[in-house]
């Protein structure tokens, strides 16, 4: 059974740091190697925003403009993780975050919020408050 599982989500101080994780089970490494994974948010009252993105198929990965230069999305198919490094954390970057895997292998449907994605997590809630 396919399952993907966020991680590392907390309170944050504004300007601080935070890593979140997402693991992915039930795919072996190979088939993982070729879905796109992607991070999303959504904070309260908000539409869902595709945040980043990383394509092993065709090399792409992916920043909504919105955390460009702050973020940086990783991936260990070995390990079946996939990362976000989030740095210069403000307040309105508080929301839960998610991660989900395209079959697609492509970034495309992350870039546009995610709909038809084939795998999701449950989130995990990042808060930037001081």
């Known amino acids: 059974q396919v399952q993907l599982v966020e991680s590392g989500g907390r309170l944050v101080q504004p300007g601080g740091s935070l890593r979140v994780s997402c693991s992915a089970s039930g795919f072996s490494w190979d088939i993982l190697d070729y879905h796109a994974i992607g991070w999303f948010r959504q904070a309260p009252g908000k539409e869902r925003e595709g945040v980043s993105c990383?394509?092993?198929?065709?090399?792409?990965?992916y920043y909504a403009d919105s955390v460009k230069g702050r973020f940086t999305i990783s991936r260990d198919n070995a390990k079946k993780m996939v990362y976000l490094e989030m740095s210069s954390l403000k307040p309105e970057d508080t929301a839960v975050y998610y991660c989900?895997?395209?079959?697609?292998?492509?970034?495309?449907?992350?870039?546009?919020?995610?709909?038809?994605?084939?795998?999701w997590g449950k989130g995990t809630l990042v808060t930037v408050s001081s």
């Open positions: 990383i394509s092993t198929s065709d090399g792409t990965i």
């Open positions: 989900a895997a395209d079959a697609w292998g492509t970034c495309q449907r992350s870039a546009r919020g995610g709909v038809g994605m084939d795998y």
